[in-house]
């Protein structure tokens, strides 16, 4: 499937809204599990995959009758955007996990790492599978990037977090191969713990990012934000970005960013004159659906610092943890918007 030629292609950032009759909403709600979280599925394991599938297909259905260009699986499949593969690779412990501050300052439980960290086996290659038989729309997945999964883990046995960092690239690389095989229109890496730990993220998070984007000919995306709105209120988050310039060193074809919750100063984006703005458009703080024309603006306001043909409006970060009916109208609302604004331009 080719990708949209018209000007203000629409995409999500990743996840979309679990049912509740497959996840335990309320438990989900507690914390971004770095360690696997059984418990939260609430259909039993012999039919839990085909369970997981048929809410893919909603997402997917709910993301096309939107009117999303780009669309993903939602990430039904994962309990969070990273676990599902960071915990699958060779040289993880997640059994027996470490305990470290998150970013909302919070203790969490994370993997260690315990031994040469190795992708031994595909792990999204048959999601991805199942996206490009369910949808006739260009298809992006994403994948955990290897900075932040370095910045999520115990390190019990490389020498330091950077050899660890590289280490997570390589089997990233592997996963991201695959998943171009597979038919991925769009492939993303989420990078949103660069911003978290920046003075680290210089030393050496492009050449991570690099590595993981090696022998990728479809376009390419780094997301980073400042958290789940639902994890981290707004008054907690900075009107900027401490790690952002330096992505235009990156090999990635587009540059992901939350913009419209931290009304972030959108001068910014011209340090990134050389890649495509996924911008977030959509407040995912406010409980509201925003009007088409609130959502139209925030993409004008976009236009003045980058041009239409690199411009990809999008949600601020995944939806996953919103009611549904909350992402759905958001999602029409930003849908519609472009639609809008690209018939003022064309």
């Given at each position: ?78 309990e ?16 027996r996990?470490?305990m ?6 919070l ?98 998070a ?20 400042f ?47 050389a ?72």
């Amino acid at each position: 499937m080719s990708l949209p030629q018209h000007l203000l292609p629409t995409t999500v950032v990743g996840s979309y809204p679990q049912p509740e009759w497959l996840v335990d909403r309320a438990l989900l709600a507690k914390s971004v599990p770095r360690t696997r979280l059984h418990d939260l599925w609430r259909i039993p394991e012999e039919r839990l995959a085909e369970a997981q599938d048929d809410a893919t297909i909603l997402a997917i259905r709910e993301m096309e009758r939107a009117g999303i260009d780009i669309v993903t699986d939602g990430e039904i499949r994962r309990e969070s955007y990273s676990n599902r593969f960071a915990t699958a690779l060779e040289g993880i412990d997640a059994d027996r996990p470490a305990m470290i501050t998150s970013r909302a300052g919070l203790p969490t439980p994370v993997p260690r790492v315990v031994g040469a960290v190795r992708r031994t086996h595909p792990v999204e290659r048959k999601d991805m599978q199942f996206l490009r038989r369910h949808t006739d729309r260009a298809a992006k997945i994403t994948l955990p990037g290897p900075f932040t999964m370095s910045q999520q883990a115990r390190n019990e046995f490389y020498k330091d977090d950077e050899e660890l960092a590289m280490a997570f690239a390589a089997a990233v690389n592997e996963e991201a191969l695959d998943l171009q095989k597979a038919g991925a229109d769009v492939i993303q890496l989420d990078e949103p713990w660069v911003r978290n730990n920046p003075d680290q993220a210089k030393r050496y998070a492009v050449r991570a990012i690099n590595r993981a984007l090696q022998g990728i000919t479809v376009p390419t995306v780094v997301h980073l934000c400042f958290g789940y709105a639902a994890v981290v209120p707004g008054s907690s988050k900075p009107a900027g970005y401490a790690f952002l310039a330096e992505l235009a060193d990156t090999t990635a074809d587009q540059i992901s960013i939350e913009a419209a919750q931290p009304r972030l100063d959108l001068g910014v984006l011209t340090d990134l004159s050389a890649k495509k703005i996924m911008l977030g458009v959509l407040d995912l703080g406010d409980p509201k659906v925003e009007t088409v024309e609130v959502v139209a603006d925030r993409i004008r306001q976009g236009l003045r610092y980058v041009a239409a043909e690199r411009l990809i409006p999008a949600p601020d970060c995944g939806m996953k943890y919103m009611p549904r009916e909350v992402a759905f109208g958001k999602l029409k609302a930003m849908c519609d918007a472009a639609a809008r604004v690209r018939g003022e331009i064309s």
